[in-house]
């Protein structure tokens, strides 16, 4: 079984940064792309940004030139790194990735950690 567990969420005044991290464990054989997506109340998941196993990297319009995304493919780790947090970024965050395991390939998702940018 394979596991996602994101960490690092919290609350944040505008203009101020949060760096969250997202593990994933269990019987796997390789990850492709690994990503973040976000969900606001009463509106639709969007993806965030997201990052291949060769390091390209695609970000939402809205986060352009504030997030960044990393990863750690030796531990299965990802980690966005938001800068100049706007009230809009407010949403639970949920990670995601694209894993080849003993089961398989699928998608798998992380519980979500809320992120709230309010003053």
């Known amino acids: 079984q394979v596991q996602l567990v994101e960490s690092g969420g919290g609350l944040v005044q505008p203009g101020g940064s949060l760096r969250l991290s997202c593990a994933a464990s269990g019987n796997i054989f390789s990850i492709y792309t690994m990503g973040w997506y976000r969900q606001a109340p009463g509106k639709q998941r969007e993806l965030v940004a997201g990052?291949?196993?060769?390091?390209?990297?695609n970000f939402a319009d809205s986060v352009k030139g504030r997030f960044t995304i990393s990863r750690d493919n030796a531990k299965n780790t990802v980690a966005l790194q938001m800068n100049s947090l706007k009230p809009a970024d407010t949403a639970v965050y949920l990670c995601?990735?694209?894993?080849?395991?003993?089961?398989?390939?699928?998608?798998?998702w992380g519980q979500g950690t809320q992120v709230i940018v309010s003053s």
């Open positions: 990052i291949t196993s060769g390091g390209i990297t």
């Open positions: 995601n990735a694209d894993v080849r395991s003993i089961n398989g390939r699928r998608t798998y």
